[in-house]
């Protein structure tokens, strides 16, 4: 059975950093779509980063070079440091798995619970 549990989340002033963890069991952190997607109150689930296979990093447009995704297969566990935060970045932030095309929220089949993050201006 996959289990996924995020840590990390808080609350930051804008320009500030988080970094998000999320322990991994019953699946390798090394293999398929692993990602972090957050839903903001009011907007759909959207996807944010993601890996494939253990590399092959991959940003939405509006997080690239503020936030950078990594594993660590020792670990079994995925990562998302947050930089330059902005409130716009304000959501509940989840770590997912699963396969097929990695930037679309529905190849995910296994969600841990989440971890907020609020940004504040």
């Known amino acids: 059975q996959v289990h996924l549990v995020e840590s990390g989340g808080g609350s930051v002033q804008a320009g500030g950093s988080l970094r998000l963890s999320c322990v991994i069991s019953?699946?390798?952190?090394?293999?398929?779509?692993m990602g972090w997607l957050r839903q903001a109150p009011g907007k759909e689930r959207e996807w944010v980063a993601n890996i494939f296979d253990g590399s092959h990093p991959h940003y939405r447009t509006s997080v690239k070079e503020r936030f950078t995704i990594a594993q660590d297969s020792a670990k079994n566990t995925l990562y998302l440091q947050m930089n330059s935060l902005k409130a716009e970045d304000t959501a509940m932030y989840f770590c997912?798995?699963?396969?097929?095309?990695?930037?679309?929220?529905?190849?995910?089949?296994?969600w841990g619970q989440g971890t907020q993050v609020t940004v504040s201006s």
């Open positions: 019953g699946t390798s952190v090394s293999r398929g779509c």
């Open positions: 997912a798995a699963g396969s097929g095309f990695c930037p679309d929220t529905s190849a995910y089949q296994y």
